[in-house]
């Protein structure tokens, strides 16, 4: 009887239930080695960025030596096509492009130092034209009143010029670096060959080596492709400006022109800026308030057809740059290094889209899942 009971019981003994699938699809979980990689990977990123914010002085010319000797590469490969030595070629286009800038400084700066002078004669009539805002400046110094605030003098407040020459001094290189800028850059144009042969010659196998001159031709390329394409671009700008300000009877439309075709070099910021002076010199010209926003409107028109059609259309085919990803750097460089960082935000995102395609290709084109 105790055998029977016993052999029933090994018959009728549980079944083990099979694993559940939901605990073999647990999300995999952080390592200890992915926290300490990826801590270690942003205190190198936050050093620097620390580095080039301190040393500034000695970075900012010498990038900006870089990214511009790339983007005139070209230029100076043209002049070798006729037998002209690189080193003769690359202080004449220097040479050529220090006059360029010599003579758009000398159109922006007429005009400027000219009305520095007429500031405290325009106060006056800046007063008269202002009139018109009178009344809701004294029903915003009312509420203020009512909630316990001081109102501050009435009319409306004309802008001081204490901002000038700190703004002034900021914009201005030192000698220093302008001079290292200048070296930097002929030497890197001279050189430029033998550069890139040394930096393939680096790697020892060929893959590599091949990989290295595909990736310096693509930034080569790209650059100089970028800067002949926006010079053409923003020197259209600045003539449809220099037309638009004389007809509507604008001082010096010649360097109002200038100043938009050069401030456009810099996304987003410069063509803010030039339709922030049209308005004010507009403003400041016409009889009227109304008709001195004429110019500042027909810049604003313009500059919408050239930033939503003209420039994708003609740089989008070439260069996909994100719209999120030029606010981004543009952000970035400017807070890093002013108003050059703003100008070299573009052409550094450029060499890291290239630095990308060519180190990190995409070989599925398909999200996961689809």
């Not at 144009?189 to 091949?210: G, K, M, N, Q």
């Not at 938009?260 to 339709?275: D, K, M, R, W, Y």
Request: hydrophobic content about 55%; overall charge neutral.
């Amino acid at each position: 009887m105790p055998g029977l009971r016993r052999k029933v019981r090994d018959t009728v003994r549980p079944v083990a239930s099979p694993p559940d699938e939901d605990e073999d699809r647990q999300p995999p979980s952080i390592g200890h080695t992915e926290i300490v990689s990826f801590s270690l990977v942003a205190l190198l990123i936050i050093s620097i960025v620390a580095v080039l914010y301190v040393a500034r002085a000695f970075f900012l010319p010498t990038v900006t030596a870089l990214v511009v000797g790339t983007m005139l590469s070209p230029a100076a490969k043209f002049f070798e096509r006729y037998g002209i030595p690189r080193s003769v070629s690359a202080v004449l286009i220097v040479a050529a492009t220090c006059t360029g800038l010599a003579f758009m400084v000398a159109l922006i700066s007429a005009p400027v130092m000219d009305w520095t002078t007429r500031l405290p004669e325009l106060q006056s009539s800046l007063k008269e034209k202002f009139h018109v805002f009178d009344r809701p400046i004294a029903l915003w110094h009312q509420v203020q009143g009512l909630f316990g605030g001081t109102p501050s003098e009435t009319g409306f407040p004309l802008p001081k010029i204490e901002w000038v020459q700190p703004t002034l001094e900021f914009l201005s290189p030192t000698f220093t670096e302008l001079l290292l800028f200048l070296a930097v850059l002929v030497l890197f144009i001279a050189s430029w060959p033998d550069l890139r042969r040394a930096l393939v010659l680096t790697f020892e196998d060929h893959d590599s080596r091949l990989r290295t001159l595909r990736i310096l031709n693509a930034i080569e390329s790209n650059l100089g492709n970028y800067l002949l394409t926006v010079t053409v671009i923003n020197m259209g700008l600045g003539i449809a400006t220099g037309l638009i300000c004389a007809l509507t009877g604008m001082p010096n439309p010649a360097g109002l022109g200038a100043l938009a075709a050069t401030l456009n070099f810099i996304p987003i910021i410069g063509p803010i800026v030039t339709f922030v002076v049209l308005a004010a010199v507009g403003i400041i010209t016409a009889s009227t308030l109304g008709g001195g926003l004429v110019a500042a409107a027909g810049f604003a028109l313009v500059a919408f057809i050239e930033g939503h059609f003209i420039t994708p259309t003609i740089i989008g085919r070439r260069l996909a740059l994100n719209a999120l990803a030029v606010i981004v750097a543009l952000a970035f460089w400017t807070w890093l290094w002013g108003p050059m960082g703003a100008f070299l935000s573009s052409p550094i995102l450029i060499v890291g889209l290239v630095l990308r395609e060519h180190l990190m290709p995409v070989k599925d084109s398909q999200m996961p899942g689809d």
